[in-house]
C-alpha cells in the first residue's frame, strides 16, 4: 500500500451479541452465541428454518437519544422504515464519537464515503409488493428510496456532511471488507483525507431466507436428529457444520491518512497495512482454490511482510461443507505446516451478510488492543482440517499483524492485513 498506509481513527459494530461494542466483545470473549430463535416474521408450521441470529431493537422511545440521534424518532422511521438507515447510521455517528471527529465545512469535500449493503432496503421492496396486492394501495413514496442500496451512504453522507468521493461497493459477503478497501484506495489516491467504511444488512425476509435454505446454503438440521439449541447450530471447521446461520448486523470504521490524524490531534493504534482482492472466474457461489489462496497471498505481499508475521487469521468461516474447506486449503498454501490460530466470529454471531467481515474486523480490532482471541464454540475437529481454531475458551495472544478472509458470492474475494501500531 506504500510509505502512508491508512490508519483507524474509529469503529463501531452492532450485532447479534448486541448494541454495545464493549458488551458485545466480553460476550465473545466468554464464549456467548448470539443465535436464537427466528422472530423477525411470523413463522407457519412448515417454515424450513427456525433460528437466526438478531440484533436488539435500538430504542426509540427515549427523548434523550432522540435529541442525540434524529434519525432514530419515530417521525424519520415513518419514511426510512427499513432498518439498514438507522443501525448504520448509529454505527457511524457512534464511531465519529468515539475519535472525536467533528465534519466540518472546511473538512466536508475531503471525507469519502463508502459505507454500503449487500441486500439493502429489499424489505421495503416486499411490504410495498404485499401491500399492492393484498390492500389494493399503491406504494408509499419512500418504498423506493429505502431500496436503492446507495441510499444508505447517501443518507450517512447527509447526516455527516461529507461532501467527498462516494460510492457503494457491493460484494456480497465480502462487502464491508471491500469497503474498507475502497476507501483505502481513496486515500492512496489522494482524493480524501477521511473515509466512512463499513455495512450494514437485515436479510431476515421471509423469501431470502428460505431462499438460502431451498439453495443448501443455510443450516440445516440432520434429518432424524434430536432438535439442538440455536446456539450450537453455527459451527465453522468442524466435521459436523451444516451451513451458516442468517444474521443481522452493522459496522462502522473510519479511515484516515496518518497525517491528517495527527494534525487533528485524533488517537489511533492500528492500521490498514496490506490487501488483495481476486476473482474466482469460477462458480458463482462456490469458492474456488486458486483465487482465494491468491487474495491472501497479495495481501500478505501488499503489507511487505512474510507470512510468518501473521500472528491470526480471523477466518471467512461461514460453516459450510465446502467453503471451510477450501478456506483451509488455502490458508495451508499460504502458511504451510505452521499455520497461525484461526478465529471464527461466525461461530458467535452467526452470518450478518455483507456487515460480517466489517464486524469481524473490528473484533479484530478488539483483540488487537486487548492481546486476546474470542474462541470458536462449537467445534468438533474434522480430521480433513487440521487447525489451531481457537475452541472454547479465549486466548491471550500478542497480535501485531492479522489476515481477515472474507469471500462473497460471486467469487468475489478481498483479504486484509491489518497492523497494531507500538
Known amino acids: ?203 431476515l425476509v421471509e423469501p431470502i431466507v428460505a431462499g438460502f435454505y431451498t439453495m443448501n446454503g443455510v443450516y440445516i438440521p440432520k434429518e432424524g436428529q434430536e432438535e439442538e439449541p440455536p446456539r450450537s447450530a453455527s459451527r465453522p471447521f468442524s466435521k459436523d457444520r451444516r451451513g451458516f446461520v442468517i444474521s443481522e448486523g452493522a459496522g462502522a470504521v473510519i479511515l484516515a491518512t496518518p497525517e491528517f490524524a495527527a494534525d487533528h490531534h485524533l488517537p489511533f493504534n492500528i492500521e490498514l497495512a496490506g490487501w488483495g482482492m481476486t476473482s474466482d472466474a469460477h462458480h458463482f457461489v462456490a469458492p474456488h482454490f486458486d483465487t482465494i489462496k491468491q487474495c491472501m497471498k497479495n495481501a500478505i505481499a501488499d503489507a511487505k511482510i512474510s507470512p510468518t508475521d501473521i500472528a491470526s487469521v480471523n477466518g471467512h468461516a461461514a460453516s459450510t461443507r465446502v467453503g471451510d474447506k477450501v478456506e483451509y486449503d488455502a490458508i495451508r498454501a499460504v502458511f504451510g505446516e505452521k499455520a497461525p490460530p484461526v478465529t471464527a466470529n461466525k461461530s458467535l454471531i452467526g452470518h450478518a451478510m455483507g456487515a460480517s467481515s466489517v464486524i469481524e474486523s473490528i473484533f479484530s480490532f478488539q483483540g488487537m488492543r486487548d492481546g486476546l482471541l474470542p474462541p470458536t464454540i462449537n467445534y468438533q475437529a474434522d480430521p480433513e482440517i487440521d487447525l489451531d481454531c481457537v475452541a472454547d475458551e479465549k486466548r491471550k495472544l500478542s497480535q501485531e499483524f492479522i489476515l481477515k478472509n472474507s469471500f462473497g458470492f460471486g467469487g468475489c474475494n478481498s483479504c486484509a492485513v491489518f497492523k497494531r501500531i507500538q
Open 1 to 203: 500500500m506504500g510509505n502512508s498506509n491508512p490508519v483507524i481513527i474509529g469503529y463501531d459494530a452492532i450485532s447479534a451479541l448486541g448494541s454495545d461494542l464493549e458488551q458485545q466483545w466480553l460476550r465473545a470473549l466468554a464464549g456467548e452465541s448470539g443465535i436464537g430463535t427466528l422472530s423477525r416474521f411470523p413463522l407457519t408450521a412448515d417454515f424450513p428454518v427456525r433460528i437466526a441470529g438478531q440484533v436488539p431493537d435500538i430504542d426509540d422511545t427515549n427523548k434523550t437519544i432522540n435529541k442525540k440521534y434524529p434519525f432514530l424518532t419515530a417521525r424519520h422511521q415513518a419514511s426510512w422504515s427499513s432498518p439498514v438507515f438507522k443501525y448504520a447510521m448509529l454505527t457511524v455517528a457512534r464511531s465519529l464519537e468515539r475519535c472525536g471527529l467533528e465534519i466540518t465545512a472546511d473538512l466536508a469535500s475531503r471525507v469519502a464515503v463508502t459505507y454500503s449493503s449487500a441486500i439493502g432496503g429489499l424489505d421495503a421492496v416486499l411490504k410495498a409488493d404485499r401491500r399492492m396486492r393484498e390492500e389494493n394501495k399503491l406504494p408509499p413514496p419512500y418504498s423506493n428510496p429505502n431500496s436503492c442500496i446507495n441510499m444508505i451512504g447517501g443518507k450517512i453522507a447527509i447526516q455527516t456532511g461529507a461532501q467527498g468521493p462516494i460510492v457503494t461497493p457491493i460484494t456480497a459477503c465480502a462487502t464491508g471488507l471491500t469497503s474498507i478497501i475502497t476507501g483505502a484506495m481513496f486515500l492512496a489516491q489522494g482524493r480524501a483525507d477521511v473515509a466512512i467504511c463499513g455495512a450494514v444488512d437485515f436479510a
